[in-house]
Structures are given as structure tokens and as C-alpha cells.
């Protein structure tokens, strides 16, 4: 059993991951105890394959993943109103895009040597959040791809709520 806990984002103004793996589900929370989203995830015996649901039956998110060695690509949402997800990981750094060249987002993380910590950045230099994850005999590419979908979440969620306006849960 691995798990994975930790912030995207800061301390104020950042969100917090905790999920477990087991042999075939991820499954934890994002966000607070009230303002969050559950996560339930499955992963084929292969570990090629991660698909499953993020928040409820009415206002979550279908994630739906494919693994091919070192790489992740992929959707969050559907078919019309979604985004693609694509993660590579080389040499302990794992780099790709969330969504499209303009409504989307760059992830660029560092996985520790002893692939106890992953660390980095979702976004750009002024609009993005830093990425501060822990490991425990959790697969860094599936984190990465945990975090992404973690901020690409709270990133709408914070512009439903207006221009300028940011959660915190």
C-alpha cells in the first residue's frame, strides 16, 4: 500500500492531496473536510491504466489516464469540456502540459534520489503554485498526474467564483 499527502500551492492559498494505492484504487481527498473533492480511481493490473471519478456524481470530474514507460497522457473531463494531460518523465523530472497552448498549463516537478519527495512548479513563474508532495511507495508519475489534476481543478473552481477570487480548502 503507497500513499501520497501534501500541498499544492502554499499554506494559504494552496490545496491539499492525500490519497492511498492499493493493489487495483487510488482513493483519498483533495481539498478540505467541507470544501473538497472525494477521489476514487482504479488501476489496471498492469498499472498502464488509471480511470475513475474526482468529486461527485453531479460536479465531478472523470480522469482517465494511459501509461506507456515513462510517459502519462490522458484526459480530465469529457470529450467536449475537458482537458488533456501529457507528463514525461526523464532523469528524476517530470515535465508536460495540462489543457491547451492558451487555457492550459506547464508542470515541471523533481522527483527526491530515494523517490520519497516530489517538488516543483504547476504553471508559470507568477500564475501557478508550487508542487510539495510526500511519497510513500507512490509511483512519482501518478502523483504528478495527481497534482495537475489537483490544480487544474481548483483552477476553475477559482474562476467560477469570480476574477480574482481564490478558495481555500
Not at 16 to 33: F, K, N, Q, T, Y
Not at 38 to 45: F, G, R, T
Not at 78 to 107: H, M, Q, W, Y
Request: charged share 20%.
Amino acid at each position: 500500500m503507497g500513499k501520497v499527502f501534501g500541498r499544492i500551492g502554499g499554506s494559504l492559498g494552496g490545496y491539499s492531496l492525500e490519497c492511498i494505492l492499493e493493489e487495483d484504487r487510488i482513493h483519498g481527498r483533495l481539498g478540505g473536510a467541507v470544501v473538497g473533492n472525494d477521489i476514487n480511481l482504479w488501476l489496471s493490473p498492469e498499472k498502464d491504466h488509471l480511470w475513475g471519478r474526482i468529486g461527485g456524481d453531479v460536479l465531478g470530474k472523470d480522469l482517465n489516464i494511459a501509461f506507456e514507460k515513462n510517459r502519462a497522457y490522458g484526459r480530465l473531463g469529457g470529450k467536449t469540456i475537458g482537458n488533456d494531460i501529457s507528463l514525461k518523465e526523464t532523469a528524476g523530472i517530470i515535465i508536460g502540459r495540462v489543457g491547451g497552448p492558451v487555457l492550459g498549463f506547464s508542470c515541471r516537478v523533481r522527483v527526491s534520489a530515494d523517490l520519497s519527495k516530489l517538488s516543483g512548479r504547476l504553471g508559470g513563474s507568477f500564475i501557478g503554485a508550487n508542487v510539495d508532495l510526500t511519497l510513500k511507495d507512490f509511483p512519482p508519475l501518478i502523483a504528478s498526474v495527481m497534482a495537475a489534476t489537483v490544480y487544474k481543478i481548483y483552477q476553475e473552481h477559482s474562476r467560477s467564483k469570480g476574477v480574482g477570487a481564490k478558495t481555500n480548502p
